[in-house]
């Protein structure tokens, strides 16, 4: 009996590799999004140790207003990459899962063949052995 060979195996391999791909640009997208969390985390605590922050003098005073009006307004230019950054996420995670349902659908098939494939076999297998009992009683 000639070996299994599926026909689509280039198709699936394809597939899959796009698969891989599709989940390493998810994986590195929502890698960016925790990093910006974590960043828009460390600006709120470091503007939160400014306002506890004692001042001696209105000089002190005004300079300390000043890095934390620096530090809302990159909290906020962070804020709106962060939601860019969680579209590019869900757009990729969209991608990944709709590549992995078309991976699954040709490795269903090949599935499918390679037990067809099986009984196949068997059938053959047995005529062989039908065979071969028939040409011994005969002999």
């Known amino acids: 009996m000639r070996p299994f060979k599926f026909r689509l195996e280039r198709v699936l391999d394809v597939r899959q590799e796009t698969e891989e791909q599709a989940k390493r640009a998810y994986t590195d997208a929502r890698l960016k999004r925790m990093e910006m969390e974590s960043q828009i985390g460390d600006l709120r605590r470091r503007r939160a140790a400014l306002y506890v922050q004692g001042v001696d003098d209105v000089t002190a005073l005004a300079l300390r207003d000043q890095m ?3 530090l809302e307004l990159e909290e906020r230019e962070c ?18 899962v709709e590549a992995r349902r078309e991976a699954e659908v040709v490795s269903k098939l090949k599935e499918k063949a390679k037990s067809e494939w099986v009984i196949e076999a068997s059938r053959e297998e047995q005529r062989e052995l039908d065979e071969w009992a028939v040409m011994r009683r005969v002999a």
Do not use: H, M, R, V
Request: glycine residues 4%; proline residues 0%; contains cysteine.
């Open 68 to 70: 934390i009006n620096a």
């Open 79 to 96: 804020i709106i990459l962060l939601e860019q950054l969680e579209i590019d996420e869900g757009q990729c995670l969209l991608t990944w």
